[in-house]
């Protein structure tokens, strides 16, 4: 196993359609509007962009995404990351059956930041429970976002 090889996967339950879902994913610029974990977003270009994320944990990590797949009728949007983080990230939205959605998401990375490569045994336990308490903070986020906008 390599201890720098990391996947997540978790799906949310969101108060909203699935097309608002998407459209709320798709805009990564407005991420930090209710994502606390996203400080800045940015466009770089045509289908790129950059994201800094600071969660729990006393690091910061600058993620470059270039748009890989966008497709609202099946509701996926992936991109490809580099920067501190190479890998990739998708969400797939789809409808829940009562009125809202599921947004499901992916993620295959290695990290690029030579500290977190050398603390990646040791502090693996760590990094996952970061990225847990990220997401969690998203959902939330994300959500209530979704709610106000109603």
């Not at 800094?52 to 992936?78: C, S, W």
């Amino acid at each position: 196993m390599d201890p720098n090889h990391y996947r997540f996967h978790g799906v949310w339950r969101l108060p909203a359609p699935p097309a608002e879902v998407y459209r709320a994913l798709a805009d990564v610029a407005g991420y930090p509007r209710w994502w606390p974990e996203v400080r800045d977003a940015r466009e770089t270009g045509p289908d790129r962009g950059e994201v800094l994320v600071r969660a729990l944990l006393p690091y910061r990590l600058v993620i470059g995404l270039t748009a890989v797949r966008r497709d609202p009728d099946g509701g996926v949007l992936e991109a490809a990351m580099h920067g501190d983080l190479t890998g990739w990230s998708r969400w797939t939205v789809s409808a829940d059956g009562a009125g809202g959605a599921l947004a499901l998401f992916e993620e295959d990375t290695r990290p690029a930041k030579p500290l977190l490569r050398r603390l990646a045994l040791p502090a693996r336990p760590l990094f996952r429970a970061n990225h847990a308490v990220m997401m969690r903070r998203g959902r939330r986020g994300l959500a209530a976002y979704l709610e106000r906008r109603a």
